[in-house]
């Protein structure tokens, strides 16, 4: 037998890697590793792929099964010697908390991680807030760990390529197979590509899909208070809006915005920005509490107004066709009119979680034709289309104008709103009347916690499990 040399495998890192975990880590998105390879090779593509920044430090926990004479216990060693130790000016001793809170990252390997869950479920919540590489992983023990974040109070998402990865994909909030064998049988989503950049489109089609929902639900029920202010105001002359004004605002308008404005794309770029998570949140109630007074103003300014013009006669009002046509019902009519297309324009805002207004084709110009045909309507209508519209025939070209220009004011206002909410303006204002309350999440508490606990973690000492004694080793 002849020599010929080694056989040497890399475990090279593909090249989309990269990328999408450092915009990851830009939009605060916490990235963790759960695999079946060795440790040092899973700590080298974490290093490689930016999990772990070649600056932070590494914490290996090192957890040993209870024997015939000692119990379980667990002990923290640093992964490599800090600059001091090396340079000879400084002694490695027991409880040496020199550790900066903000640059160490805990790994531990699945024999490890089967100690710390069964026999130290305190540590165990420690250990995961700052935990990034698991190795060594059993496909049970990726289930735990999947499930043990969640307790924590983490939404969990979970990349994965093979069979033994199904049960963690299962158990995520949001499953993605990178293969379409049998993990993608388990997870709910299931890539065509075999990279990871398909977790930033699904958390960006996400999130457009729920600001998408919450605009559809502003503005569904906008058009209810539009409509609800209008019917008011006439009832209060003993009128009301005609059958066939009804329909064109229903099935014309508010129909055609309702179908085309879910169209547009979620945005290129991940942001660190969360969107409003919850219809019942500060956000979304004071964007609906401040349209809604602002319709209010308008068209009851415009019913005033309208009063008061030298050529305005009150309606007849019969029980027949309820004074139709009148000059309040068609100023009304053009005013409110525009009110459901600029809140359909101010609602369908785009960034920074979805594509800008005007990549929505289709809606914009359906947007464009609807105002351009309120603008005919409130100057020049054909006669057949005020007849069967019950409109009356405004022929104050100042007035006209009078009645664009409230449209307009409209219009400013609205997106004025709209940007001071989703700049977080509101919070601010309203933060000082409420009481501080501590975070939902347990993660949130628990980092809040460690934070400010400078004997963590306990280097070189060893935990046992039975009394939670400390033992220092020389």
Same mark, same amino acid.
Do not use: W
């Given at each position: 037998m002849i020599f010929l040399g080694f056989l040497i495998m890399r475990n090279i890192l593909k090249p989309e890697t990269r990328p999408v975990i450092d915009s990851l880590n830009r939009a605060n998105f916490r990235t963790v590793m759960v695999t079946g390879d060795n440790m040092l090779t899973a700590?080298? @593509?974490?290093?490689?792929?930016g999990m772990i920044d070649l600056r932070d430090?590494?914490?290996?926990?090192?957890?040993?099964?209870?024997?015939?004479?000692?119990?379980?216990?667990?002990?923290?060693?640093?992964?490599?010697?800090?600059?001091?130790?090396?340079?000879g000016t400084e002694q490695q001793q027991p409880g040496n908390h020199s550790?900066?809170?903000?640059?160490?990252?805990?790994? $531990?390997? !699945?024999?490890?991680?089967? @100690?710390?869950?069964?026999?130290?479920?305190?540590?165990?919540?420690?250990?995961? %807030?700052?935990? =990034?590489v698991y190795a060594r992983m059993a496909p049970h023990q990726k289930t735990q760990l999947v499930e043990t974040l969640q307790k924590l109070d983490y939404s969990v998402g979970m990349c994965g390529d093979g069979a033994?990865?199904? !049960?963690?994909?299962?158990?995520?909030?949001?499953?993605?197979?990178?293969?379409?064998?049998?993990?993608?049988?388990?997870?709910?989503?299931?890539?065509?590509?075999?990279? *990871?950049?398909c977790v930033p489109m699904?958390?960006?089609?996400?999130?457009? +899909? $729920? *600001? =998408?929902?919450?605009?559809?639900?502003?503005?569904?029920?906008?058009?209810?208070? %539009?409509?609800?202010?209008?019917?008011?105001?006439?009832?209060s002359i003993n009128s009301d809006l005609g059958d066939w004004q009804f329909l064109y605002f229903d099935l014309i308008i508010t129909t055609t915005v309702a179908v085309l404005m879910g169209r547009t794309g979620p945005?290129?770029?991940?942001?660190?920005?969360?969107?409003?998570?919850?219809?019942? +949140? %500060?956000? @979304?109630?004071?964007?609906l509490l401040l349209q809604t007074v602002l319709v209010i103003l308008i068209q009851s300014l415009t019913y005033t107004v309208t009063t008061t013009q030298s050529w305005f006669v009150p309606g007849n009002v019969s029980s027949s066709n309820n004074g139709l046509p009148n000059y309040e019902n068609t100023a $009304?009519?053009?005013?409110?009119?525009?009110?459901?297309?600029?809140?359909?324009?101010?609602?369908?805002?785009?960034?920074?979680?979805? &594509?800008? /207004?005007?990549?929505?084709?289709?809606?914009?110009?359906?947007? *464009?034709?609807?105002?351009? /045909?309120?603008?005919?309507?409130?100057?020049?209508?054909?006669?057949? %289309?005020? =007849? *069967?519209?019950?409109?009356?025939?405004?022929?104050?070209? &100042?007035?006209?104008?009078? $009645?664009? !220009?409230?449209?307009?004011?409209?219009?400013?206002?609205?997106?004025?709103?709209?940007?001071?909410?989703?700049?977080?303006?509101?919070?601010?204002?309203?933060?000082?009347?409420?009481?501080? &309350?501590?975070?939902?999440?347990?993660?949130?508490?628990l980092e809040k916690e460690l934070c400010c606990n400078f004997t963590w973690p306990p280097l070189n000492e060893v935990i046992y499990a039975e009394s939670g004694r400390v033992v220092h080793f020389e």
């Open positions: 700590l080298n @593509v974490a290093r490689n792929c430090r590494v914490i290996f926990a090192n957890a040993s099964p209870p024997s015939r004479d000692n119990p379980a216990c667990v002990k923290f060693l640093p992964s490599e010697p800090s600059s001091a130790q090396q340079n550790l900066e809170q903000s640059c160490y990252h805990f790994a $531990l390997n !699945g024999k490890s991680f089967a @100690v710390v869950y069964d026999y130290f479920p305190d540590l165990l919540q420690k250990i995961l %807030i700052r935990g =990034t033994n990865d199904c !049960g963690a994909l299962k158990a995520a909030d949001a499953g993605i197979s990178l293969s379409e064998a049998e993990a993608s049988v388990a997870s709910p989503f299931t890539s065509k590509i075999d990279n *990871i950049e699904v958390i960006r089609e996400g999130r457009a +899909s $729920l *600001i =998408t929902s919450f605009g559809v639900f502003k503005y569904m029920a906008m058009y209810s208070m %539009i409509q609800f202010v209008t019917v008011l105001i006439m009832y945005a290129k770029e991940l942001v660190a920005q969360r969107p409003a998570g919850s219809l019942i +949140s %500060i956000s @979304v109630l004071g964007s $009304l009519f053009c005013v409110s009119g525009f009110q459901y297309l600029i809140l359909a324009t101010v609602l369908s805002q785009g960034q920074p979680f979805r &594509k800008p /207004l005007y990549s929505n084709v289709l809606f914009l110009i359906a947007l *464009i034709l609807l105002y351009t /045909l309120m603008v005919f309507l409130t100057f020049s209508p054909l006669q057949f %289309i005020r =007849t *069967i519209l019950q409109l009356m025939h405004i022929t104050d070209l &100042k007035f006209q104008f009078l $009645l664009l !220009g409230f449209a307009a004011l409209h219009f400013v206002t609205a997106l004025l709103f709209e940007i001071a909410i989703d700049s977080g303006l509101l919070n601010q204002c309203v933060r000082p009347f409420c009481k501080k &309350k501590h975070s939902k999440k347990l993660f949130k508490r």
